[in-house]
Each structure stands twice: as C-alpha cells, then as structure tokens.
T-cell receptor, first 110, second 117 residues
Framework: SQQGEEDPQALSIQEGENATMNCSYK?????LQWYRQNSGRGLVHLIL?????REKHSGRLRVTLDTSKKSSSLLITASRAADTASYFC??????????FGIGTKLQVIP | DVKVTQSSRYLVKRTGEKVFLECVQD?????MFWYRQDPGLGLRLIYF???????EKGDIPEGYSVSREKKERFSLILESASTNQTSMYLC????????????????FGSGTRLTVV
C-alpha cells in the first residue's frame, strides 16, 4: 500500500475565498481521488482524475495533476461554511490495497 | 439512497468483551474494507475482502478478525476488546468490475465510534 501526504495539514479561510490543498506521493500516480470527511462522519468521494488527465472540474472543485512531480492539488472556489471538513487524496491505481493520509483540515469562517 | 450501512453509530464496550461491528452494502460491490481513524494518524486499513469468504490483512490486523459469509456483509470482530481499540471505525466498499476503486471510488459508511472502558 502507499499513502499520500496532504499539505497543509490545516487551513483556515474566510467564506468566499478560494482554498487550495495539495497532495504528493513517493510512487507514481495512476488514478488519484479526492475525498471529503465532515466531522465524525464517513468519507465522501468528490472527484477522480486519471493519470492521462491534467485538470478536471466538478462544480466549484478544480483538480490538477502533475505526474512528473507526483502531486495533485484541489482548489475549492468561492468557499462556503459548509465546505468545512477534512480532505483526503488517494492514489488507487495499480494495486488493491490503498491507504489514506492524515488529510487537510479546512475551516471556512462565515 | 442508502449504500453502506454500519450497524451502530456509537458503541461502548468493556475491556475483554468480544465486539462485532457490522457493515452492509447494497451496491453489489465485490470489495469491502475496514479502517480505523485516530487523530493525527489518518485512516489505517485493518482488513479487506475481495470476495465472499476471502479476507486479507491490512496494515494493522492485530487484535481483529473479519468475516464475510455473504457478499453484502463484512463484519469486524474484536476478539477481546482493549482500551487501545477505542477509535472511529469506518467501513467502505468498491466495485471491482467497474474499474474498481479506480473507476468509481470507495463508498463509505457513516462510521462507528467505539469506546472501550
């Protein structure tokens, strides 16, 4: 298994601002997924970007992937208080067992 | 729209008890997983299963066992609960055939917060 490293570990912004969080791996990236976890709940799948894609959009989410740097970023535009959550990345390609990192804890202040 | 259901939201057990955590999914997924989540440690994989009656150890299987007698149900068993097993337990499932976790991602249950006293 392998584990991604999310950065920063914590982020606090004002409502309406954009939030950017990053993810890096030591091994090659195949298919990278981002998840959100609201406090004390399960994880929710947000978006998947494949290794042959460089950018993907879903509503207010924008994900980029740089396979040469083995990194990805998640941008949330025009943040809302409801975006307050922890965000995790997972590299799920090429093997069965995947693990999640510590995540980025995002706080959006109203 | 229920997908992955964990039997209990909160559970309090005594040290030494045998504890069963149940997880049921209604998506006909082949793969099922059990994680525990602790502050500062992220999600750690305990056991996973790719088919009925099949199981494989994750990163921290000690003190746990699992059972998968039916495709939709994956049970986590704490043979003799200890205080260091106090944690949030998360069950997840994914499809093998529709690209597996790569294609459609994992679907998680809401979690069971277990306290062992």
């Amino acid at each position: 298994s392998q584990q991604g490293e999310e950065d920063p570990q914590a982020l606090s912004i004002q409502e309406g601002e954009n939030a950017t969080m990053n993810c890096s791996y030591k091994t090659s990236i195949n298919n990278l997924q981002w998840y959100r976890q609201n406090s004390g709940r399960g994880l929710v799948h947000l978006i998947l970007i494949r290794s042959n894609e460089r950018e993907k959009h879903s509503g207010r989410l924008r994900v980029t992937l740089d396979t040469s740097k083995k990194s990805s970023s998640l941008l949330i535009t025009a943040s809302r208080a409801a975006d307050t959550a922890s965000y995790f990345c997972v590299n799920s390609g090429g093997y069965q067992k995947v693990t999640f990192g510590i995540g980025t804890k995002l706080q959006v202040i109203p | 729209d229920v997908k992955v259901t964990q039997s209990s939201r909160y559970l309090v057990k005594r040290t030494g008890e045998k504890v069963f955590l149940e997880c049921v999914q209604d998506m006909d997924h082949e793969n099922m997983f059990w994680y525990r989540q602790d502050p500062g440690l992220g999600l750690r994989l305990i056991y996973f299963s790719y088919d009925v009656k099949m199981k494989e150890k994750g990163d921290i299987p000690e003190g746990y066992s699992v059972s998968r007698e039916k495709k939709e149900r994956f049970s986590l068993i704490l043979e003799s609960a200890s205080t260091n097993q106090t944690s949030m337990y998360l069950c997840a499932s994914s499809s093998r055939w529709r690209g597996g976790a790569e294609g459609y991602g994992y679907t998680f249950g809401s979690g069971t917060r277990l306290t062992v006293v």
